[in-house]
């Protein structure tokens, strides 16, 4: 019988504690991330994405540990009191990279033990584009039959030309 309570102490020392923890609940606003063109300007009209593309990261100011490292989901987040800082972020920022925008945005908030708090991240484009477009592409064609547009940045280079399926090209801004 002693043998019992000692194996079952041991158990539940080796047990994480819950006591101390607080929950996050995060919204990212599709407002924010639209990639319509006339509202942002920033993004070619055919590149999409999903919320549940957007990886989030919360990391506790006082040591920097990392709470959480994963895709975002909506759903409520468990971690312990403590201040932190809330990163979303969709996509690479590249040196130079074809029709890929780089969403970013960050935020702090302290979590209180047994509650829960709702932020919301605003992300935007966090990278640079090149993009071309003629308003008259008939006439331009009459006065150049080919063309080409070379971005170069840190000994790389990237170009758009009159067969490119390619839309923009995107670097660090």
């Known amino acids: 019988m002693l043998l019992l309570a000692l194996v079952s102490s041991c158990t539940q020392e080796e047990l ?6 607080g929950g996050l609940l995060l919204t990212l606003n599709d407002a924010t991330i639209s990639t319509d063109v006339e509202e942002t300007r920033a993004l070619p009209r055919d590149i999409e994405h999903k919320l549940t593309d957007f990886d989030i990261r919360i990391t506790r100011q006082s040591d920097k540990w990392i709470a959480y490292n994963n895709k975002y989901t909506g759903k409520r987040i ?3 009191s403590g201040t932190y800082d809330v990163e979303a972020s969709f996509g ?3 040196n130079l990279a074809y029709d890929a925008p780089y969403f970013y945005g960050i935020t702090d908030l302290t979590i209180v033990s047994d509650e829960t708090v709702q932020k919301s991240i605003h992300c935007s484009v966090a990278n640079s584009l090149v993009s071309v ?3 008259d592409k008939d006439r331009f064609e009459r006065f150049f039959n080919t063309y ?3 971005v170069e940045l840190n000994g790389e280079a990237l170009a758009l030309n009159e067969g490119s399926q390619e839309q923009s090209i995107y670097f660090p801004s």
Request: glycine share 6%; net charge negative.
């Open 16 to 21: 994480p504690s819950e006591e101390g923890r």
């Open 148 to 150: 080409e547009l070379l």
């Open 133 to 135: 477009k003629f308003e």
């Open 92 to 94: 690479q920022n590249e």
């Open 78 to 80: 468990s971690v312990y």
